[in-house]
């Protein structure tokens, strides 16, 4: 490779790395120092799963995208291995995964993120982690939904119990 082609190489990289943190409902920077592997090899996977695009990157490469991106404030988190998780439909995966692994893995820590166009900060990363799932909103929304129906039909029930036991 010449040396114009590898500066070429590095833009295309920058410009992939800008694109994917702008274009994600969710990027989340997280450091893997003290992982074999085997564990980011299991991680990988995870977010392959979620639907969620893992990648590693140099840090100098990372400056430069999140500055062209307008994320200047990241780059005080870019000291050491960083991991980028991008996911464009879901909000909540790349937290979500990372996170459950992280529980299980203390080695994995975030470092950053940015959520719908946001700086968001460990904490904030974290409680995005905890929150249930798409199919347990949805659970949790039925449940509530179903609650004054339920609620009606035991009243239901009981008078009409009521009712039987006078008439007997």
Request: aromatic fraction near 6%.
């Amino acid at each position: 490779m010449s040396k114009g082609q590898v500066l070429e190489h590095k833009k295309q990289q920058v410009e992939m790395i800008a694109e994917g943190i702008q274009n994600s409902k969710t990027s989340v920077l997280v450091d893997y120092r003290g992982l074999n592997v085997d564990q980011v090899s299991e991680l990988r996977q995870q977010l392959r799963e979620a639907g969620v695009d893992f990648r590693v990157y140099k840090n100098t490469m990372t400056r430069r995208a999140v500055e062209q991106a307008g994320f200047e404030e990241l780059n005080e988190v870019l000291e050491g291995p960083t991991a980028i998780a991008f996911c464009k439909e879901d909000a909540v995966a790349p937290a979500k995964v990372l996170g459950q692994f992280a529980k299980e893995n203390e080695a994995l820590e975030f470092k950053g993120g940015v959520i719908e166009g946001q700086i968001a900060t460990v904490d904030q990363l974290k409680e995005l982690s905890e929150l249930p799932s798409h199919e347990g909103l949805v659970s949790m929304l039925l449940s509530v939904l179903q609650a004054p129906v339920r609620n009606f039909a035991y009243a239901t029930q009981a008078i009409a119990e009521q009712k039987e036991e006078e008439g007997a």
